[in-house]
């Protein structure tokens, strides 16, 4: 699997969750990628790890992944949260690249961003 497609289904899991207000089961996600459920397992936990803010709740017996509402919300910086995922991921897709160009001022806009 490229790397591309990992960032591609997170990219997608994380849409998800921001379109529905109720957020969405493994099953449900994994249905709307079209992957196995432990693949979206997979993905969730690499999310928690990067610091998605991403829990767990139980509605009517079952267990519903969801992103907390500050999340939702506007950010003290002009970026919504599709754009500062769309940064996140960026940064994965250029270190596979190894030492390039845009690795210095990457590196400090996240150490901007996260100090933020």
Same mark, same amino acid.
């Given at each position: 699997m490229a790397r591309g497609d990992q960032l591609s289904r997170q990219w $997608?899991?994380?849409q998800l969750m921001l379109a529905s207000q109720r957020g969405k089961s493994v099953a449900q996600i994994s249905n709307a990628l079209g992957c196995h459920e432990r693949t979206v397992y997979r993905d969730l936990e690499a999310l928690q790890a990067a610091g998605f803010p991403l829990y767990t709740d139980f509605e009517g017996g079952k267990k519903h992944w969801r992103l907390m509402e500050s999340a939702?919300? &506007?950010?003290?910086l002009p970026l919504n949260l &599709? %754009?500062?995922?769309?940064?996140?991921? &960026?940064?994965?897709?250029l270190q596979a690249l190894g030492d390039h160009l845009f690795a210095e001022p990457l590196s400090s806009l996240f %150490? $901007?961003?996260?100090?933020t």
């Open positions: $997608k899991i994380v939702c919300q &506007s950010l003290p &599709s %754009e500062l995922m769309a940064l996140y991921f &960026s940064r994965g897709l %150490e $901007k961003v996260n100090t």
